[in-house]
């Protein structure tokens, strides 16, 4: 039996849960509303302050859908309480960002500015100008959002120049030695 699919899901007091036919569950919280359809094999019911997922029989299928099912469950209710946050760090001489209106305007080393426009459900802030902080209650918006900021200049391994995450250790390389005589 899968150990997380095992696991209940302690639901906390103001958020309420909806879980209709084909498994459509909506999760209502402090902090907004999360829709998913979640895979119809599993049976997800509601016990209280406890969510339970089980799963029809052990077929390879059912046994990867049981993990899975639990932890966006569990992700939807973490998101509508706590939310998610990435923080980036943008590394480079010349290299700053800032927010001008509700977009985020990035100046990368290129010839132009980069400039993102922040998804329906997603904030951005920057605390200071080598500093990127996208946060929002769905941990798979914040993530995409937060990959595709990343992607615009990416760290390099020479320099370590480039947009990367707050906990991301970048491997640094030794450059060229010159020629000895």
Do not use: C, W
């Amino acid at each position: 039996m899968s150990r997380i699919g095992r696991a209940p899901i302690a639901v906390p007091a103001g958020v309420e849960i909806k879980i209709e036919d084909n498994n459509l569950v909506t999760v209502k919280g402090p902090k907004g509303t999360l829709t998913q359809q979640l895979h119809p094999a599993m049976t997800i019911k509601q016990d209280g302050a406890e969510l339970h997922v089980t799963r029809p029989n052990d077929l390879k299928e059912n046994r990867s859908l049981h993990g899975l099912t639990r932890t966006l469950l569990h992700n939807m209710v973490v998101g509508v309480t706590d939310g998610f946050k990435k923080t980036l760090d943008v590394n480079g001489v010349g290299y700053r960002v800032a927010m001008e209106g509700g977009k985020l305007v990035m100046n990368l080393g290129y010839s132009h500015q980069v400039i993102m426009e922040a998804p329906e459900g997603i904030t951005i802030e920057t605390p200071s100008a080598n500093q990127i902080t996208v946060s929002g209650s769905d941990k798979q918006l914040v993530g995409q959002f937060a990959a595709e900021v990343r992607e615009k200049r990416p760290p390099e391994p020479y320099k370590g120049k480039g947009i990367k995450y707050s906990d991301e250790v970048i491997r640094r390389k030794v450059g060229k030695t010159g020629v000895k005589k």
